[in-house]
């Protein structure tokens, strides 16, 4: 009998130890970092993994932590890796052992990945398109806003609701994107208008370890991709500041052969209206830039429907212009579209987006709930696009 209650308390204590969340993501470069982070009981206060690189020999790494509510939310950053190496690690008190990889630091062979905004509204819509969109083993995620649902306008709700709607993405997001072999999809986020607001970020700087509070950055694999993600009017001014830094982010990079801006309200939308402030002001301020240093796509979001528009430069249908993709519909209920001049493609459809990177170009899918393809384009790597 004793041994019997032994068991079960090891098997319960094994179940306490759990991770309860788990999520990896990159703040600088993916070939030669990776942000861990996880939540726990609050009995669970151990900031330790072990890493192994390859089959080599197991070392150690410490973080630290904050409690939040009913657990502890740990982060530990990784740097001087090995790019395009995997690695595996298990958190203290853990049993399970997960894996993931670093990004190339040279495109010699095919990358995957995936964008996709407006994720959490409905679960089972969400774990529908995750299931997809892990069937395709995409490398990392971009998560373009509106990912938990939960900043609401409701004075009538608790900032506990908040906090427990994050925790619940972030529960989910480890059952549906960590495979059975334990190999974790990392993601890189783009604040929505659910997600942040300037009176309301403490929650979401405490989940997601930024280094400084601004969320619009660059993320550079090598010199053959950038991801300009950017804040459109949701925690920061879209003019100014902004627009300053993104006019010296595409200049820098000007010759990169992939250039992809992800962000949150469409300035091209396939539901809201074209008038709309925040859609004029990116008009005004972004995709003057967007057209200048020749971007190779941007990925717009929050109108919870599909969309393509035809390739457009100074505001007009032009052949060599910028082609404006989303519109936000990864777990989100989809919307009815409307036409519109600059609209190519339009659809009351969930989507994700599916990049496979060449070095050649790059081979866009778009994919629904059931894994079809929605639609499909193909965009030259570019250097200078006349």
């Known amino acids: 009998m004793k041994s019997l209650l032994f068991v079960f308390a090891l098997f319960a204590r094994l179940l306490d130890a ?58 530990l950053f990784l740097d001087h890796l090995m790019p395009d190496t995997e690695y595996s690690f298990r958190l203290e008190d853990d049993p399970a052992i997960y894996k993931f990889r670093t990004a190339p630091k040279t495109l010699n062979g095919p990358l995957r990945f995936c964008i996709g905004g407006d994720i959490y509204q409905t679960p089972d819509l969400f774990r529908k398109m995750c299931r997809v969109v892990s069937a395709k083993d995409p490398l990392f995620v971009v998560l373009g806003g509106d990912i938990a649902y939960a900043v609401n306008s409701n004075p009538f709700r608790f900032r506990s609701m908040a906090r427990n709607r994050w925790f619940s993405f972030l529960q989910e997001w480890k059952e549906e994107m960590i495979s059975p072999e334990g190999q974790v999809i990392p993601f890189l986020i783009v604040p929505g208008n659910h997600d942040i607001s300037p009176d309301d970020s403490e929650l979401f700087f405490d989940l997601f370890a930024f280094p400084e509070k601004q969320l619009y950055r660059a993320i550079d694999f090598g010199d053959y991709l950038s991801l300009i993600l950017l804040d459109s009017d949701i925690y920061e001014p879209i003019e100014g500041k902004q627009t300053e830094w993104l006019k010296q982010a595409l200049q820098t990079r000007s010759q990169f052969p992939f250039k992809f801006a992800v962000y949150h309200i469409a300035a091209y939308p396939s539901v809201y209206s074209y008038t709309g402030k925040i859609p004029e002001k990116i008009r005004s301020n972004w995709c003057p830039l967007f057209d200048k240093y020749n971007l190779s796509a941007a990925f717009e979001n929050h109108n919870h429907a599909y969309k393509r528009t035809f390739p457009i430069r100074g505001n ?34 969930n989507n994700a987006y599916m990049i496979e990177l060449r070095q050649d170009s790059a081979k866009i899918d778009a994919v629904g709930l059931h894994g079809e393809r929605i639609d499909s384009l193909e965009i030259p790597g570019i250097k200078i696009r006349s």
């Not at 009995?43 to 932590?65: C, F, M, P, V, Y």
């Not at 249908?317 to 339009?346: F, H, M, Q």
Request: net charge positive; aromatic share 10%; proline share 3%.
């Open 18 to 75: 759990d991770a309860i969340a788990l999520y990896l993501t990159w703040y600088t470069d993916p070939s030669t970092t990776m942000a861990i982070q996880w939540h726990t009981p609050l009995s669970e206060k151990s900031d330790a993994i072990e890493i192994q690189a390859l089959a080599g020999n197991w070392r150690k790494a410490k973080g630290s932590h904050l409690e939040l509510g009913d657990r502890v939310v740990h982060k």
């Open 316 to 349: 007009q249908v032009v052949e060599s212009g910028v082609i404006y993709l989303g519109d936000g519909c990864w777990g989100a209920i989809p919307r009815n579209t409307k036409k519109a001049w600059y609209l190519a493609k339009e659809a009351r459809k």
